[in-house]
Structures are given as structure tokens and as C-alpha cells.
């Protein structure tokens, strides 16, 4: 049987672990835009674009291949 006071998580300990999450983003999206900057020179994307780009990655609503998606109404 688990052990239920593991489970059991503060309103603190939320804030922490979401305030955790969201400097890992924007160190992920600095990261990724520096890249980009580097390998685009002028054409590069804005750091709010990067940004959103990877907020869409990490909750799994950025496609990752390059396949049509067989349903999508728009194709």
C-alpha cells in the first residue's frame, strides 16, 4: 500500500513545483531562441514566438513529424 502522506501536496509546494516548471520554459526558450539567432542571423523568430512555441512542445500540442495528419480537416 503507498504511503498516502506522500500524496498529499501543499498549496506551497504546488506554487513551487509550477514556479520550477515555468523557469525551466523560459531557460528552454532562451536557449532554443539563442539558437535560432545564431543559425537564422535577422530571419530569426521572436523571443515570444520561441516562448510559445515551447509552452504548445511541453503540453504535447506541437505536432513532432513531419506526416500529414490523416484527419485534420484543413488538409
Known sequence: MP??????VTETERKN??????FQ???DAKEIHSILK???GE???SY?????WVVQFK???FP?????????PKQ
Open 25 to 27: 520554459q523560459h531557460r
Open 3 to 8: 504511503n498516502c502522506k506522500s500524496l498529499l
Open 38 to 40: 545564431e543559425t537564422l
Open 43 to 45: 530571419h530569426v523568430p
Open 59 to 61: 503540453r504535447g500540442e
Open 48 to 52: 515570444a514566438t520561441v516562448k510559445h
Open 64 to 72: 513532432t513529424c513531419d506526416a500529414p495528419i490523416l484527419d485534420d
Open 17 to 22: 513545483v509550477k514556479g520550477r516548471a515555468q
